[in-house]
């Protein structure tokens, strides 16, 4: 089961829920079960940027999701 | 200055930038050098109140003037819904900061166009503007927005504070109770500018279909096309943009201010309409960055181990949400391998401009503080700064703060690097303070377009969208160099406008040379792949029996056939015969951006008499991945330098009790002059990114960030004391001198 | 408000303008006579970018009246290349990428050539104290002072030689 971690501004979807596990295998996937989870949460989760094991991405999709993965979602950085 | 070892033709060379002689003879056109016929000049009416109620404006006098064409309000703009944006770039029912923009004119000539501006009367109701942090948090604070609660939750009372950020990991209080040496301490830091040298510009031209043309210096012309469709609801199909030359942005021009006026302007008029700010208007209605108020309690065991750390930030949003918190609170801690953390952040409204990205928005503020502190740590451990840090550096599997294990990262390198290099070896003389501290930018990576097109005699153009801040044309031309084999002066790269050039996110977030450079290098693997194919057909092979080697298509080995080896040139002059031009296109949403490190220290003296700071040498060490063309890289580092000893040293917002700015020039803005500062000296440590083909890092943002708290800490050694806020102006050292005897 | 008729010389080449008296010389270089290579950074003479040549004397333009420039010999950053090619300061500043947006260029290239008119040998606290009138945000000052250290040395090399 990968583990997915939360920040704190996405926490008032998840009562308080800073971490899950959830066995998905793409991104994709993960947003969907995530928002059957805690309805509401799949806009912001596609809004987020999201670090999968150690690599960041700003717009997440097709990435793959293993049994091991750790996945935190992140507020987007902006530069300037 | 150390060169890497060299593994490539192109990259790692300093070739003259492809756009250089324009720049250096003036004919380079930036945003206020376009002019069309019949244009007309556009100006803002703004306000003389930090806060206040529109009770009404009379444009009648404006409207009846000879010259003028069109008056407009944010009656003007769309009714529903009005952005942030929008109500930034023309107030609604309230002005919110001093200098605020409420009404426009275009006229035919610049002094028609201010008699208008001065011919309109607005009757306000004056309210007790917000102008700290502090004051915002006040229980009994008057509401910049009466409407705002925070997080938007709407079980809270209206409040100043539009969002709150937190992250935690461990325990902190057991963490500090195993903690020999504790320092906590607070840290304020007023509102810097950006200080580009050219102000805004533009031109629009909207035509009798309601097309809008825009000409703009902005960082990002596909921004800019999606901010006027959003502001002025007008179908993206309808607007071009153009983005000219750009005389400097440092995060201020990835938004806008005057170009969806200028177009509503022109709509209404029926001619073109130029609308250039002045300095001051840059002053007091765009950037600024946030100021900001740190509490920080680092402690360390003795073996210099921190144990636990905690933090608490305000950052002011100006007027409307959405200050660079989250990055600060996410880049405080970023150096440090820790277990026990707690970070909470505010993001709070006052009556001031909105705040706009400065370089690696949001953490040269908040490193500061954490910076310092650790410092002070430092010296309660009686341990050289950089072997305190290295002890708790973050390194490859280190988890960062906001959650993610560390990729392969540049800090250990270059702590490593800074303490062997024989600036830092070489002790400063009496009287002179040394301070170290280390930056962090996350750097992303986003869309970037590119195209590839190669004339019949192997000249090559890259088409791309990313507007050129500081020489990243040249960077394109080496990195298509390398990739196709050729000789860098046969490519030159032009910066399309919004219907030139495919979709490109703005230039920004140290992303270019990563993220544009990465669909560069991916546009002429597909030329190359071109190539390829038609060499094949040539010799009457697969395209798999064909190589790309150093710009010439050869047989692969083992491939039996006698066939001379085909140029890039002979290839592209007989493209004609073999199947039409060579073009190549790629487009990326580049991930993996990769997080850029550094470690800068700096040696300064400090005049007891006048309270003045000297920094007498500067050195800057940094993980660039691989340095494209180093001197741009080095440039990067100079400047950031340079603006983050100014932020140390001088710059600031001075406003009065009311919240008029008082000191919104160039000449009471001091930024650094060429005499302030001494030579920048620069190591590039190259750590290689494993998400971009050459190993790039960003590296526009990262230098920015650590010269705060090593200037602080230098001047801490020189005083024997600290000072804790910035700037350390002639004043404030004069003031800390007073109070310290 | 009648015009005010202004004769001067630009980059060698006598011209005719008609100017509004409050009219600054920035603004005749600019919008009358279309050399936009002087820029306008603040319009206060603080920031250097529009500085030019007048009668051989360093000035802010926008700090000139266009009526004051009546009869002067002015020198902008479109006049310091000639038919040779560019100038040296040009040049080095090419070759040390001493520009990053390059918007405060003009100015750096019109102050240094005057300095080095004026003094060939100049050493590294004098050049920063003659450019001190030009602001540049991007660069941080050290290419652009290296880059005229090196144009002082190759003006010399070339006329001892």
């Given at each position: 089961?990968?583990?997915?971690?939360?920040?704190?501004?996405?926490?008032?979807?998840?009562?308080?829920?800073?971490?899950?596990?959830?066995?998905?295998?793409?991104?994709?996937?993960?947003?969907?079960?995530?928002?059957?989870?805690?309805?509401?949460?799949?806009?912001d989760l596609r809004k987020s940027a999201v670090a999968i094991d150690g690599q960041i991405y700003q717009d997440a999709w097709f990435e793959k999701i293993g049994p091991t993965s750790e996945v935190f979602f992140m507020q987007r950085i902006e530069g300037g | 200055m150390a060169e890497a070892v060299r593994e490539f033709t192109a990259i790692g060379t300093?070739?003259?930038?492809?756009?250089?002689?324009?720049?250096?003879?003036?004919?380079?056109?930036?945003?206020?050098?376009?002019?069309?016929?019949?244009?007309?000049?556009?100006?803002?009416?703004?306000?003389?109140?930090?806060?206040?109620?529109?009770?009404?404006?009379?444009?009648?006098?404006?409207?009846?003037?000879?010259?003028?064409?069109?008056?407009?309000?944010?009656?003007?703009?769309?009714?529903?819904?009005?952005?942030?944006?929008?109500?930034?770039?023309?107030?609604?029912?309230?002005?919110?900061?001093?200098?605020?923009?409420?009404?426009?004119?275009?006229?035919?000539?610049?002094?028609?166009?201010?008699?208008?501006?001065?011919?309109?009367?607005?009757?306000?109701?004056?309210?007790?503007?917000?102008?700290?942090?502090?004051?915002?948090?006040?229980?009994?604070?008057?509401?910049?927005?009466?409407?705002?609660?925070?997080?938007?939750?709407?079980?809270?009372?209206?409040?100043?504070?539009?969002?709150?950020?937190?992250?935690?990991?461990?325990?902190?209080?057991?963490?500090?109770?195993?903690?020999?040496?504790?320092?906590?301490?607070?840290?304020?830091?007023?509102?810097?500018?950006?200080?580009?040298?050219?102000?805004?510009?533009?031109?629009?031209?909207?035509?009798?279909?309601?097309?809008?043309?825009?000409?703009?210096?902005?960082?990002?012309?596909?921004?800019?096309?999606?901010?006027?469709?959003?502001?002025?609801?007008?179908?993206?199909?309808?607007?071009?943009?153009?983005?000219?030359?750009?005389?400097?942005?440092?995060?201020?021009?990835?938004?806008?201010?005057?170009?969806?006026?200028?177009?509503?302007?022109?709509?209404?008029?029926?001619?073109?309409?130029?609308?250039?700010?002045?300095?001051?208007?840059?002053?007091?209605?765009?950037?600024?960055?946030?100021?900001?108020?740190?509490?920080?309690?680092?402690?360390?065991?003795?073996?210099?181990?921190?144990?636990?750390?905690?933090?608490?930030?305000?950052?002011?949003?100006?007027?409307?949400?959405?200050?660079?918190?989250?990055?600060?609170?996410?880049?405080?801690?970023?150096?440090?391998?820790?277990?026990?953390?707690?970070?909470?952040?505010?993001?709070?409204?006052?009556?001031?401009?909105?705040?706009?990205?400065?370089?690696?928005?949001?953490?040269?503020?908040?490193?500061?503080?954490?910076?310092?502190?650790?410092?002070?740590?430092?010296?309660?451990?009686?341990?050289?700064?950089?072997?305190?840090?290295?002890?708790?550096?973050?390194?490859?599997?280190?988890?960062?703060?906001?959650?993610?294990?560390?990729?392969?990262?540049?800090?250990?390198?270059?702590?490593?690097?800074?303490?062997?290099?024989?600036?830092?070896?070489?002790?400063?003389?009496?009287d002179v303070g040394r301070g170290v501290a280390v930056g962090f930018w996350f750097n992303i990576g986003m869309q970037s377009s590119a195209e590839i097109w190669v004339a019949p005699n192997g000249a090559v153009t890259i088409m791309e969208g990313s507007p050129d801040i500081g020489g990243s044309r040249a960077s394109m031309c080496l990195m298509a160099?390398?990739?196709?084999?050729?000789?860098?002066?046969?490519?030159?790269?032009?910066?399309?406008?919004?219907?030139?050039?495919?979709?490109?996110?703005?230039?920004?977030?140290?992303?270019?040379?990563?993220?544009?450079?990465?669909?560069?290098?991916?546009?002429?693997?597909?030329?190359?792949?071109?190539?390829?194919?038609?060499?094949?057909?040539?010799?009457?092979?697969?395209?798999?029996?064909?190589?790309?080697?150093?710009?010439?298509?050869?047989?692969?080995?083992?491939?039996?056939?006698?066939?001379?080896?085909?140029?890039?040139?002979?290839?592209?002059?007989?493209?004609?015969?073999?199947?039409?031009?060579?073009?190549?296109?790629?487009?990326?949403?580049?991930?993996?951006?990769?997080?850029?490190?550094?470690?800068?220290?700096?040696?300064?003296?400090?005049?007891?008499?006048?309270?003045?700071?000297?920094?007498?040498?500067?050195?800057?060490?940094?993980?660039?991945?691989?340095?494209?063309?180093?001197?741009?890289?080095?440039?990067?580092?100079?400047?950031?330098?340079?603006?983050?000893?100014?932020?140390?040293?001088?710059?600031?917002?001075?406003?009065?009790?009311?919240?008029?700015?008082?000191?919104?020039?160039?000449?009471?803005?001091?930024?650094?002059?060429?005499?302030?500062?001494?030579?920048?000296?620069?190591?590039?440590?190259?750590?290689?990114?494993?998400?971009?083909?050459?190993?790039?890092?960003?590296?526009?943002?990262?230098?920015?960030?650590?010269?705060?708290?090593a200037t602080a800490n230098a001047v801490r050694e020189v005083l024997g004391f600290r000072i804790n806020d910035l700037p350390m102006s002639p004043p404030r050292v004069l003031e800390a001198l007073d109070n310290a005897s | 408000m009648s015009k005010v008729h202004v004769e001067l010389n630009v980059n060698g080449q006598p011209e005719e303008v008609l100017?509004?008296?409050?009219?600054?010389?920035?603004?005749?270089?600019?919008?009358?006579?279309?050399?936009?290579?002087?820029?306008?950074?603040?319009?206060?003479?603080?920031?250097?970018?529009?500085?030019?040549?007048?009668?051989?004397?360093?000035?802010?333009?926008?700090?000139?009246?266009?009526?004051?420039?009546?009869?002067?010999?002015?020198?902008?950053?479109?006049?310091?290349?000639?038919?040779?090619?560019?100038?040296?300061?040009?040049?080095?500043?090419?070759?040390?990428?001493?520009?990053?947006?390059?918007?405060?260029?003009?100015?750096?290239?019109?102050?240094?050539?005057?300095?080095?008119?004026?003094?060939?040998?100049?050493?590294?606290?004098?050049?920063?104290?003659?450019?001190?009138?030009?602001?540049?945000?991007?660069?941080?000052?050290?290419?652009?002072?290296?880059?005229?250290?090196?144009?002082?040395?190759?003006?010399?090399?070339?006329?001892?030689?």
């Amino acid at each position: 089961m990968a583990r997915v971690v939360f920040p704190s501004n996405l926490m008032n979807y998840t009562n308080g829920i800073s971490e899950v596990e959830v066995s998905c295998s793409t991104f994709r996937e993960l947003v969907r079960q995530l928002n059957n989870l805690y309805p509401g949460i799949g806009d912001d989760l596609r809004k987020s940027a999201v670090a999968i094991d150690g690599q960041i991405y700003q717009d997440a999709w097709f990435e793959k999701i293993g049994p091991t993965s750790e996945v935190f979602f992140m507020q987007r950085i902006e530069g300037g | 200055m150390a060169e890497a070892v060299r593994e490539f033709t192109a990259i790692g060379t300093r070739p003259i930038r492809p756009d250089g002689v324009e720049k250096v003879t003036g004919k380079a056109n930036f945003g206020a050098d376009f002019s069309l016929p019949g244009m007309l000049y556009g100006k803002v009416l703004r306000s003389p109140y930090a806060h206040a109620r529109v009770k009404g404006i009379d444009l009648s006098e404006a409207k009846a003037m000879e010259g003028v064409f069109s008056v407009i309000t944010s009656a003007d703009f769309p009714k529903e819904n009005p952005s942030d944006m929008s109500c930034n770039i023309l107030a609604r029912e309230k002005v919110l900061y001093h200098g605020h923009a409420l009404a426009a004119v275009a006229a035919r000539s610049q002094s028609i166009a201010e008699e208008a501006i001065n011919s309109i009367k607005v009757e306000y109701e004056v309210l007790q503007p917000v102008l700290s942090a502090d004051a915002a948090l006040a229980e009994d604070a008057p509401l910049v927005d009466e409407n705002l609660r925070t997080n938007g939750d709407e079980s809270f009372m209206p409040s100043n504070v539009a969002a709150t950020v937190h992250y935690e990991r461990g325990d902190v209080d057991k963490g500090f109770e195993k903690a020999d040496y504790i320092v906590e301490e607070e840290y304020r830091i007023p509102s810097a500018h950006q200080g580009y040298i050219e102000p805004h510009a533009c031109v629009a031209d909207v035509n009798e279909k309601g097309r809008a043309s825009v000409w703009c210096c902005t960082q990002g012309a596909f921004e800019v096309r999606n901010y006027i469709s959003e502001v002025l609801q007008k179908k993206i199909s309808d607007i071009k943009v153009t983005p000219s030359e750009i005389g400097g942005g440092f995060g201020g021009k990835t938004v806008v201010y005057v170009e969806p006026v200028a177009v509503r302007l022109s709509e209404l008029a029926g001619r073109p309409v130029k609308m250039v700010m002045n300095r001051e208007e840059v002053f007091r209605a765009t950037g600024p960055c946030s100021a900001t108020v740190c509490r920080v309690k680092v402690g360390a065991n003795k073996d210099g181990i921190i144990t636990a750390a905690k933090a608490w930030m305000a950052y002011e949003a100006g007027a409307f949400p959405g200050s660079p918190v989250t990055p600060g609170c996410m880049s405080i801690f970023a150096p440090y391998d820790l277990k026990n953390f707690v970070i909470d952040g505010l993001d709070v409204l006052v009556n001031k401009p909105k705040v706009a990205a400065y370089r690696a928005p949001g953490a040269p503020q908040s490193m500061h503080a954490m910076e310092s502190a650790v410092d002070e740590l430092a010296r309660k451990l009686n341990m050289d700064p950089i072997d305190l840090r290295l002890k708790n550096a973050a390194d490859e599997g280190t988890e960062a703060p906001y959650g993610p294990k560390y990729p392969a990262i540049g800090l250990v390198e270059c702590l490593k690097a800074a303490k062997v290099h024989p600036n830092y070896v070489n002790k400063p003389a009496k009287d002179v303070g040394r301070g170290v501290a280390v930056g962090f930018w996350f750097n992303i990576g986003m869309q970037s377009s590119a195209e590839i097109w190669v004339a019949p005699n192997g000249a090559v153009t890259i088409m791309e969208g990313s507007p050129d801040i500081g020489g990243s044309r040249a960077s394109m031309c080496l990195m298509a160099a390398e990739t196709l084999g050729i000789p860098y002066d046969s490519i030159n790269a032009v910066i399309g406008d919004t219907e030139s050039t495919g979709f490109c996110n703005l230039t920004g977030g140290s992303r270019t040379t990563f993220a544009t450079g990465l669909a560069v290098v991916r546009a002429c693997e597909d030329v190359i792949a071109e190539c390829k194919r038609r060499a094949a057909m040539t010799w009457d092979l697969d395209t798999e029996q064909v190589d790309w080697e150093n710009g010439f298509a050869v047989p692969r080995p083992g491939v039996n056939i006698e066939a001379e080896p085909l140029s890039f040139a002979e290839l592209a002059k007989t493209a004609g015969r073999t199947g039409g031009p060579l073009v190549g296109r790629a487009s990326v949403n580049a991930q993996g951006a990769g997080a850029c490190f550094s470690v800068n220290w700096t040696d300064v003296t400090v005049d007891r008499d006048t309270g003045k700071v000297d920094v007498q040498a500067f050195t800057a060490v940094q993980d660039a991945g691989r340095a494209i063309h180093p001197s741009y890289v080095e440039g990067q580092m100079q400047g950031g330098a340079v603006q983050g000893i100014g932020w140390a040293l001088n710059e600031e917002y001075i406003y009065d009790d009311n919240g008029v700015l008082e000191n919104a020039s160039f000449l009471d803005y001091r930024i650094p002059v060429a005499s302030d500062v001494p030579m920048i000296d620069c190591q590039i440590v190259e750590v290689p990114n494993p998400s971009h083909p050459y190993g790039v890092r960003g590296v526009g943002e990262t230098p920015i960030v650590a010269p705060l708290a090593a200037t602080a800490n230098a001047v801490r050694e020189v005083l024997g004391f600290r000072i804790n806020d910035l700037p350390m102006s002639p004043p404030r050292v004069l003031e800390a001198l007073d109070n310290a005897s | 408000m009648s015009k005010v008729h202004v004769e001067l010389n630009v980059n060698g080449q006598p011209e005719e303008v008609l100017c509004e008296p409050q009219q600054s010389l920035l603004d005749l270089l600019r919008d009358e006579l279309h050399l936009t290579g002087t820029k306008e950074g603040c319009g206060t003479g603080d920031c250097g970018a529009c500085t030019v040549l007048m009668d051989e004397r360093l000035v802010c333009s926008c700090l000139v009246l266009a009526p004051e420039a009546n009869g002067k010999k002015v020198v902008t950053v479109e006049g310091i290349a000639d038919q040779n090619g560019l100038h040296v300061v040009q040049q080095k500043l090419l070759e040390h990428a001493a520009l990053q947006c390059g918007v405060c260029t003009p100015g750096f290239v019109v102050a240094a050539k005057a300095l080095l008119d004026k003094n060939p040998d100049p050493d590294e606290t004098t050049i920063r104290y003659w450019l001190a009138g030009n602001l540049c945000r991007c660069t941080g000052y050290d290419k652009i002072i290296r880059a005229v250290q090196d144009a002082a040395q190759e003006l010399k090399a070339t006329t001892t030689s």
